[in-house]
């Protein structure tokens, strides 16, 4: 539906007000009556650093969820105010991992006698208090971009070709397992999913001491979705179908496409995709819509039968956004996402392990 324009025309205006005070970052997966306004679009990874990269901004307005605004404000300076419109913007992934549950597995892996074997990677999309977890702990955050290096950095960590290091990884257990196997040849056997609701994770002793890989059991509720089936029903409908999917989708589903990666991969991919080709696309909706919008030229196909988007990165609508910058250009600071310095300082050591990682 098209933006209402009484709506568009505030928006218009108190950016104007705020000036370079103001810096706007989308995501992707944002509404495109939203995504219009935003002075930067990026994936997890790109607005991490777009963040980073404004240190004169007084205001950062991030168009996304919350463990994003988070980051940005553990990136940024002091001074410097990241602004969510919508607090309820949350991550039912991140949610999967809470920071007590992750110490108590901690504590579970020490008893088993093999913490000191293991390190832990944490997706982006996790809570300041996890990436901290990580930060103190030897670990390293990691985006759908630079899952692959991260995980080599890892295992790395306790002497290359140490045979017994372990990667706890958290906490979507399939990003873990499709870079662990299809990135760097780890087998199905060597991953093993950490359940926190069942004591011990719900393994035994040599299940843990055979795995490489202990994935956290965690999803994307939106991702998880996509079925292998439904690819197999368009390839019989659609000739020479081409099919790129998030590797938040289920092992299955990303064994049956061609092409995998995080949300600026797939754009790339479809931008210097040739006229007349056909895409089958297992992301979430909003991205996917304007893809097909903006490459008329393309046939460009959501990959499944319903309709799914990312219920809260959807909260971030325009009258939330409207509020929020008419708000700041008052003078009024609404919806500030503040980490503690406590945490910020050790979510910081393990973002800056990202950033700092080869590629
Ligand atoms: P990327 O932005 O890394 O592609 O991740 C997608 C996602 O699910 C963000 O919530
Ligand atoms: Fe979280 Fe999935 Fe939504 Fe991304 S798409 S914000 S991982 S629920």
Not at 8 to 25: M, P, S, T
Not at 44 to 59: G, I, T, V, Y
Not at 135 to 160: D, I
Not at 227 to 245: G, Y
Request: proline share 4%; glycine share 6%; with cysteine.
């Amino acid at each position: 539906a098209p933006s209402d324009p009484d709506l568009v025309a505030r928006a218009r205006a108190a950016k104007e007000k705020l000036g370079e005070r103001l810096f706007v970052l989308g995501h992707h997966y944002q509404r495109d009556e939203v995504i219009q306004f935003a002075d930067v679009t990026g994936d997890s990874f790109k607005l991490a650093r777009d963040a980073a990269a404004r240190p004169d901004a007084e205001f950062i307005v991030f168009c996304g969820v919350h463990f994003m605004a988070e980051s940005a404000d553990i990136l940024t300076a002091p001074e410097q105010k990241v602004i969510l419109p919508d607090l309820a913007a949350g991550c039912s992934m991140a949610d999967m991992a809470r920071i007590a549950q992750v110490e108590q597995a901690w504590e579970a892996l020490a008893e088993a006698g093999i913490q000191d074997s293991v390190v832990p990677v944490t997706y982006m999309n996790s809570s300041a208090a996890i990436k901290a977890f990580c930060g103190r702990n030897g670990g390293v955050v990691c985006t759908s971009s630079n899952a692959e290096v991260a995980l080599e950095w890892a295992f790395q960590q306790k002497g290359a070709d140490n045979r017994d290091t372990k990667v706890l990884f958290l906490p979507d257990q399939h990003l873990g397992r499709n870079t662990a196997v299809l990135q760097l040849g780890y087998s199905l056997d060597e991953c093993v999913v950490w359940n926190p609701f069942k004591p011990n994770g719900g393994l035994s002793a040599e299940e843990l001491a055979g795995a490489r890989v202990i994935l956290w059991k965690g999803h994307c509720s939106v991702h998880g979705r996509f079925s292998a089936d439904v690819i197999d029903e368009l390839r019989a409908k659609v000739p020479d179908l081409n099919v790129v999917v998030h590797p938040e989708c289920q092992h299955e589903v990303v064994l049956n496409a061609d092409l995998v990666g995080s949300t600026e991969f797939i754009i790339k991919t479809i931008e210097s995709a040739p006229a007349g080709s056909s895409w089958a696309i297992g992301t979430e909706l909003n991205l996917v819509q304007r893809l097909a919008r903006t490459h008329p030229d393309k046939n460009i196909m959501f990959l499944d039968r319903n309709v799914c988007y990312c219920a809260t990165m959807n909260r971030i609508d325009l009258p939330h956004l409207v509020w929020a910058l008419e708000s700041l250009a008052e003078g009024v600071v609404v919806n500030q996402i503040e980490v503690d310095p406590q945490t910020e300082a050790e979510a910081l050591v393990a973002l800056q392990r990202m950033l700092d990682l080869p590629g």
